[in-house]
């Protein structure tokens, strides 16, 4: 096994600059790493992250996320197992898909994305990032919710705290602190709000929530409060660097951006290849319940794996040429895409594989379709280039766009 010292380092500038080139190092020389500085393993290659995805075996645990995660949002879904992840689970996935995703959100979605485009339509520019991509999921999430639009600004400003602690490898202790305030002020704003929806349910989803029962079981106001949190922080950062990411994407290949033009069935190939070839989240972390052997060694039990999800997503033994953006390649499969089978992995996989990702993919095909009707002749603005930032999620925090006005 190599250790850290010998590569590049995930916590250096160059690693952040673009780690693609150590991804592929890592892959070939080292796909089992340890990690000094931030106490884990570190595995890159796709066949590792998907076994521990998948722990078909159940080798793998989230205990991590009790000290990862529970202290900026409490305890969610993601740190639980067993009996009690699958009735959690049934309590909230039932929104984000079927009728009440088709006829509740839906229409939310097409008016949050058409009200921020009319900020723009007539002014030939726009910044992609700064005036959708960033405020977009978190207002649908708001408007699906049921809150108050109006607090935007805080929104945005606890799930940026709540993502920097998650990315917080190197243990900056003002990122810590920032993060456990915003939990406490979150829980301040959402709790008497839970409580008064409970007793004036409406057709909004925190109203669901709170009436949802499976097995005589029902979520308590810290369950709610720690779900919302979690949605606000997952589905705002990662629907906003996946938005940003496709335009990126094909702008920099005009002739891919041409064809979904065209051909709108095509945004969800885009979304997808997107997904795999610059996803929002990097790195996802898991634990291990007993001793592991994966490629490059053996991992101790009670040890943090974190899976590479950035590397694993380009490993050639996977996909061919995978440094190159294909939204034609026929070795990813989109119909499953967005279900446990998928075969990329920015959404994990198996039992914890994201319970969002059908409103991501409604959120995206929407706010793709309008933008591309907003901007027929879309382009970067002169002498700009993307460039991505980040490390534990990913992608570009500026996107300047010109176009011509739509005359209708």
């Known amino acids: 096994m190599t250790t850290a010292p010998d590569l590049p380092d995930i916590l250096s500038t160059e690693f952040a600059e673009d780690p693609y080139p150590a991804y ?88 949050n994305a058409r009200s921020l485009i009319d900020g723009f339509r007539h002014t030939g520019s726009a910044d992609l990032v700064a005036d959708f991509a960033t405020r977009f999921p978190v207002n649908v999430i708001a408007d699906m919710l049921g809150l108050d639009k109006a607090d935007h600004d805080r929104f945005h400003r606890w799930y940026t705290s709540v993502i920097a602690f998650l990315g917080n490898l190197a243990g900056d202790p003002e990122v810590a602190a920032a993060g456990e ?34 097995e005589g079981v029902r979520m308590s106001d810290e369950d709610i409060k720690a779900f919302c949190s979690l949605l606000l922080a997952a589905g705002g950062e990662t629907t906003d660097k996946a938005l940003a990411g496709i335009f990126a994407n094909l702008l920099a290949h005009p002739e891919q951006l041409q064809a979904v033009r065209e051909d709108r069935d095509l945004i969800e190939r885009a979304f997808v290849e997107t997904l795999r070839y610059t996803p929002p989240v990097h790195m996802i972390m898991r634990q291990t319940a007993a001793e592991v052997t994966l490629s490059g060694g053996t991992v101790p039990p009670g040890a943090t794996v974190t899976c590479l999800i950035g590397a694993a997503n380009r490993d050639p033994e996977r996909y061919r040429e995978p440094d190159r953006f294909d939204i034609f390649r026929d070795d990813l499969t989109t119909t499953t895409a967005f279900s446990a089978a998928a075969d990329h992995l920015a959404f994990a996989l198996g039992r914890h594989f994201c319970v969002g990702s059908l409103l991501a993919r409604a959120e995206v095909e929407i706010g793709v379709g309008q933008l591309l009707d907003a901007m027929p002749d879309m382009e970067f603005a002169d002498g700009f280039r993307p460039t991505e930032q980040g490390v534990f999620t990913r992608g570009p925090q500026t996107l300047p766009v010109r176009f011509t006005p739509a005359t209708h």
């Open 24 to 111: 592929r190092i890592m892959r070939e020389s080292a796909p089992l790493m340890w990690h000094e500085a931030t106490q884990s393993y570190i595995v890159s290659r796709y066949e590792d992250v998907e076994r521990v995805f998948k722990d078909r075996e159940g080798q793998f645990t989230t205990d991590n996320y009790v000290w990862q995660i529970e202290p900026v949002h409490g305890r969610t879904i993601l740190t639980l197992s067993g009996r009690e992840h699958a009735v959690r689970r049934a309590l909230v996935a039932p929104a984000f898909r079927g009728r009440d995703l088709q006829e509740k959100f839906l229409p939310v979605i097409e008016d």
């Open 181 to 214: 305030r915003t939990r406490v002020e979150f829980a301040e704003y959402m709790i008497p709000i839970i409580r008064h929806r409970r007793d004036h349910l409406g057709d909004d989803l925190l109203s669901t929530l709170c009436a949802a029962e499976v």
